[in-house]
């Protein structure tokens, strides 16, 4: 269809592919350009380290007023992440601003496996495990990576 | 992670990514030249809307954080919420509803100039009593289609999708409101009937 694909979408998939966020590969299918393929490698010196975790990316119509739609494939055990993969950021949710954009927020998600937040939890079971003892859920969260979040 | 730290941290990232990307934008120019007509001689500026991504077509600064943007563009933000993007500063409605006149673009008019054909006409959409013109882009884009004999195009206006109908001249957003307006093509410039561009109340011949 003539003009279907904002030229922002095109902008920034022609930048996420001709320079990466490092740690994080995101690619368009073939045949949605709005459905990105992620991969985002678990940050050094987390539990999630040497994982690689597969994510789903969807620009919705309305894009960028309104935010992307993401949610992680890979199970992965974190107390902002729920067992559907979807992810507690209020930057995908109220906090949404059209200046962000896929690299930004691709940047946020990766600062979440770096950073747990066990106080705004979206995975209670998992947050309250995390609260109740650290050692032990880092303990299962490193478990997780290890037999999940290799591709 | 603390949410402000987050939004403080991405403010900052934003601002290195802004710089760096109106150089990308520079280097992807031979790749995709082809989706890129009108814009791509304007993006060596430095100067870029945060929301498209491209040189700022027919800029506005917001009066309390002098944050530019498109004024289509930050239209389409502030019909949704009015507070700016990048600073969430609180942004007056009228922008979105009452429109805005030429004087309050930056620069004076600061209108994009599209490469027009000897035989390009004028695209207008139906108004309260009176015709807009589409903005420079859309219209080149509209006129395009029109000359290629197409029946139909959608366009990307402030966040809407709108479906032209060349057949029946009108056109439609593509959203729960279905809202339909008429449309036009004029060889020559529309004169008293016109109201502007785009929302941008002319301040030439109108007696506003
Ligand atoms: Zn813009
Ligand atoms: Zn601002």
Redo the contacts with the bound molecule.
Sequence with gaps: MAGGLPKRILRETEKLLSEPVPGIDARPDENNARYFHVIVNGPKDTPFESGKFKMELFLPEDYPMTPPKLRFITKIYHPNIDQLGRICLDTLKDKWTPALTIRTVLLTVQGLLSAPNPDDPLANDVAAAWKANETKAIATARQWTRIYAQV | MENDEIVSKLGSLLENLDIKSSVDVKSSVDIKSSVDEATDSETANSLECPICLQYPNYPIE?D????VFCFLCIKGVCLRISR??????E?PRDIAFAGITENQLLNGTGTKEVSKQSTDAYWYYEGYRGWWEYDSVTGSKIEQAFQSGEHKLNVYLFGYNYTINLDKMQQCREDSTNRVRKILRNEVQMDSDKKGVAGIFSTKNSDK
Aim: glycine share 0%; hydrophobic share 35%; aromatic share 0%.
């Design positions: 917001l309390n954080c002098k944050h700016c993007p990048i600073c969430r500063a942004i």
